[in-house]
Each structure stands twice: as structure tokens, then as C-alpha cells.
């Protein structure tokens, strides 16, 4: 049986972003830390996402390919992000932006040579963060036919969570479902971001059965917010 407490504690979770991630064939950058690399100020407010330094000033908005750039229109390549409050965009539209041509790397993170005759050491492997698709949604009533409230799982929450959020919380929900979830290898995955906080996670898992051999299905999770609890309905096709 799924966990309430297990979904609540996803969705108000607050994990560390990478420094670079891929949604949609784009590669986005940490905003946190692409200013803190190259000596900008960040603020993120009701009015919108506002770096500055370097004579400019970049204002971006939240799931929007428009922008500012010192007062003028401007318009990105792919729309800013602001998952549970971490901003993100597009790393060459930053990059073009304060004309800096390469992301700086932390020295703490830099490969050091080998002294001659020493031994060779194995740099740890690094896990990638999850990616996936972002989608918008213009109307909300192509939600309704997918969503069965009758067997929805409700979540109470003071606060409307993120597209991360959901995205990790679908995961979660799909791991539960799963005979082997540490077999799991997840593909395909999309977040449709509808309006009225509705939100689909589409994707394909291949994973271990009870028997032990890896089958593949297609899974698919629904959420909504009331504005007093969150409403999620998953569903795993069957698998071949």
C-alpha cells in the first residue's frame, strides 16, 4: 500500500539542484549557482526571475520563453524554470546574456594530475539527475477525460508543490507499484503542465517482475490541486 506520509514528504522535500540538466533536448543551468559563478546578483520575486552584474540586467519568468534584457524584449531559446524554488534557464541564452563563453569549474571538483610513479585514483562516479520533457498545456478540459477521481489518492498540503515535485512524486508512486523497484530504468519521460495547477507525468520503466525478468511497461500519473489537498491517480499498463 502506498505511503501518504511517503508522497507528503516528496513533495515538500527540498533537494539539491545539479549545476546542469537537460529538459526537452535543452540544457539548463542552475541559476543559484551560475551567479554565484560569475559574480551576479540573483532575486527571484512575484515580479519575476532578475540576475544582474556585468552591465546587464536579465529578467526571466517562470515557464515563459520571454524575457528582458536591460528593459528590452528579448526572447529565449527554451522557457525559464522555478522548481521548488530553484531557478533555472537555458545555459547559451545565460551564457550569451553576460558573454560569458564557459561555465567556471568549482577547484574543489577539478581533476589534479598524478605525481609521477604515484597511483592511478578512480574519480567517484557521478549519478546524473533525472531529466525530462516539459510540456504546457493551453486547455485543462483535455485533463479531465484522464483523470479518475474515484480512486485518486489524496495528499493534504499548505502549498502548491512543484513540477519537480510531481515529477519525483510519480516516480515514487511507480516504484511502489513495481516487484523490484532498484531495477528500475526509467525513459521517455514527460511532465504535461496544465493550467489550474493539473499536471500528467507520462514515461516508460523497465523493471524486474516477480520472476526476475525484465519487462518493460508504459505508466502514467494524474494530479490536481484543490487548493486544499493534492488529488494523484497513477496507472502501469500491462507489461510485455
Not at 43 to 60: P, Q
Not at 143 to 161: C, E, R, V, W, Y
Not at 170 to 186: G, V
Amino acid at each position: 500500500m502506498r505511503s501518504v506520509i511517503l508522497m507528503a514528504a516528496l513533495l515538500s522535500g527540498t533537494a539539491q539542484a545539479a549545476a546542469t540538466f537537460t529538459a526537452a533536448g535543452v540544457t539548463y543551468v542552475d541559476l543559484k549557482g551560475f551567479a554565484q559563478d560569475n559574480g551576479l546578483t540573483l532575486t527571484v520575486s512575484g515580479a519575476g526571475i532578475v540576475l544582474k552584474g556585468r552591465g546587464k540586467t536579465v529578467t526571466l519568468y517562470p515557464y515563459s520563453k520571454a524575457a528582458k534584457l536591460n528593459a528590452a524584449g528579448w526572447t529565449m531559446a527554451a522557457p525559464a524554470l522555478l522548481d521548488r524554488g530553484t531557478p533555472s534557464a537555458p545555459l547559451a541564452d545565460m551564457q550569451r546574456a553576460f558573454g560569458v563563453n564557459t561555465m567556471p569549474v568549482p577547484s574543489s571538483t577539478a581533476p589534479t594530475a598524478a605525481a609521477p610513479g604515484s597511483a592511478k585514483t578512480t574519480a567517484p562516479a557521478v549519478t546524473p539527475a533525472p531529466t525530462y520533457t516539459v510540456i504546457q498545456v493551453a486547455e485543462v478540459a483535455t485533463f479531465d477525460g484522464l483523470f479518475d477521481s474515484s480512486n485518486a489518492l489524496k495528499i493534504p498540503q499548505g502549498f502548491t508543490p512543484s513540477v519537480d515535485g510531481v515529477f519525483r512524486t510519480c516516480r515514487a508512486m511507480i516504484n511502489a507499484d513495481l516487484k523490484s523497484p532498484a531495477t528500475a530504468q526509467y525513459s521517455s519521460e514527460t511532465v504535461m503542465i496544465y493550467p489550474a495547477n493539473h499536471w500528467a507525468v507520462l514515461g516508460t520503466v523497465d523493471a524486474q517482475n516477480g520472476y526476475g525478468a525484465l519487462v518493460r511497461g508504459s505508466f502514467s500519473c494524474f494530479m490536481r490541486w484543490t487548493g486544499s489537498e493534492m488529488q494523484v491517480y497513477d496507472v502501469i499498463s500491462t507489461r510485455k
